[in-house]
Every structure is written in C-alpha cells, then in structure tokens.
C-alpha cells in the first residue's frame, strides 16, 4: 500500500483524490486541508501579512509532506 492510500484512508477520501490535491493544490478546500494536516501531524500556520502578501507555513513533521 502506498503512502498515498495510506494517506486517502485516514481521511476518508480516495487516492486519485490525494494525487488531484497534489497535482493542483488550488482545489483543496480549508476543510480538507485541516484533515490533510492533522493526518500527517503537521501544523498549519497562517500569518497575516502587511502587503496584502499570502503566506502559509506547513512545518513537517511527517515523513511525507504534501507540496502546496
């Protein structure tokens, strides 16, 4: 079993659905992201930034880390 299955059945989701998250991050809803997060144990940070920047941080502390 891959990491990717792995991943898709800790949150209750198919794994072409892992690969469409990873293929084109933009989809993923707030929701999701969250699940996708506290399955890998990473922490969401998002900072507000002063120039109307966007910034989130994923600190890894999974082996597997998804690329946004």
């Known amino acids: 079993i891959t990491a ?3 991943l898709a059945k800790r949150i209750g989701v198919y794994q072409r ?3 469409n998250y990873e293929a084109k991050p ?3 809803s707030v ?3 969250i699940k996708l ?3 890998l ?3 969401l940070t998002i900072d ?3 120039n109307k920047e966007v910034s989130a941080t994923l600190a890894r502390l999974a ?3 998804l690329r946004f």
Do not use: F, G, H, Y
Request: with cysteine.
């Open 63 to 65: 082996r597997k880390p």
């Open 37 to 39: 997060c506290a399955a």
């Open 31 to 33: 929701e999701m992201l």
């Open 41 to 43: 144990d990473l922490k």
């Open 48 to 50: 507000n930034q002063p």
């Open 17 to 19: 659905d892992i690969s």
């Open 4 to 6: 990717d299955e792995q």
């Open 26 to 28: 933009e989809t993923v």
